[in-house]
């Protein structure tokens, strides 16, 4: 059994810091007084196991950790050189990266130069879209476990999408393709600041999945972005998922099987309407929906993987 690390790393996706605290090492999660972004140590609803220890940034000096996993830009960039000693940032390092290119799709240099810094893609579709020069780069997949167990029902003859902030982020995140959606069929939204756009609103993350359980089916109208974890929380859940044939959506999503991804929003609509029509139907794709799900993104490779990240960076 490798020795147990002290990781050093932020709060940026709560979901998947959950997610990635499965893995049996100690994580010391940054906060400050404020709970600024990336600050908000083991804040929030989520059920933190006892190896996520929250560290006070002013505390930080004197702090002894194995590994350092940077998850934002600005952690790179600014935390690293004003935060951390100059021996601190000699500590073996890891880079997450959540997110494909957002300027250039496959022109863009990600900005993490350094050939002793490992670069984690979530998805290989954001794997081959970065240019990483010479920088090492690997992939691990999402792994999900529900922090409270939900069951799919679809007794609600509606879609839900979970998109966070989605006025604000418009058409990169399928603004336009939900509201032309929703003109043809009963779909609800849920996230931050989805009241302005007639959504319901935040649900906590401890209840989202048996909320999202209830609706026939899950629409992903999202653009370009990664694979979002709400997709894969809701296949867990034995929801079928309806959504655009973009980044690595095709490769989750069988049409016919679990559900229906293409680039033709009017096709999407149909789809739902016969769902709509057809529970059995939309339960036999969820069906099948979980059961991929659970074998390729189950928490136990998750874990088995970051596991091999971390002894092959701190060896």
């Known amino acids: 059994m490798p020795r147990k690390l002290r990781i050093l790393t932020w709060h940026v996706h709560g979901n998947y810091l959950f997610n990635l605290t499965q893995v049996p090492h100690d994580f010391l999660v940054l906060a400050d007084e404020a709970r600024s972004p990336g600050y908000a140590g083991r804040s929030g609803t989520l059920p933190w196991g006892d ?51 957002q300027e250039h799709p496959v022109s863009t240099r990600h900005f993490v130069d350094d050939r002793n810094t490992l670069v984690v893609h979530v998805t290989p579709f954001n794997r081959l879209m970065w240019d990483m020069g010479d920088t090492p780069a690997t992939v691990v997949e999402h792994g999900v476990m529900l922090p409270r167990p939900a069951a799919y029902t679809g007794e609600l003859p509606r879609g839900i999408a979970i998109v966070n902030n989605l006025a604000r982020r418009g058409r990169r995140l399928g603004l336009d393709v939900y509201c032309r959606a929703r003109e043809q069929v009963p779909l609800d939204l849920v996230g931050m600041d989805s ?8 649900i906590e993350n ?55 991804v293409d680039t033709r929003v009017d096709r999407l609509v149909a789809h739902m309407q016969r769902l709509l029509e057809d529970p059995e139907d939309a339960r036999r794709l969820g069906r099948n929906a979980r059961r991929y799900a659970e074998s390729r993104f189950g928490i136990e490779r998750f874990v088995k993987d970051w596991m091999q990240v971390f002894t092959a960076v701190t060896s």
């Open 51 to 101: 190896n996520v220890i929250e560290l006070p940034v002013s505390e930080l000096p004197d702090a002894e950790f194995d590994c350092v996993l940077y998850q934002s830009r600005a952690h790179w960039e600014h935390e690293r050189e004003h935060l951390l000693s100059s021996a601190q940032q000699r500590i073996p390092s890891v880079y997450l990266e959540h997110d494909p290119p």
């Open 195 to 202: 009241q302005r756009v007639g959504g319901l609103g935040e």
């Open 206 to 260: 401890t209840g989202l999945a048996a909320f999202a359980a209830r609706y026939r089916f899950f629409f992903n109208p999202i653009r370009w972005t990664s694979l979002g974890l709400a997709v894969v929380e809701a296949m867990m859940v034995g929801m079928p998922i309806i959504g655009l044939a973009t980044t690595e959506m095709v490769t989750v999503v069988q049409n016919g099987e679990s559900g229906y």
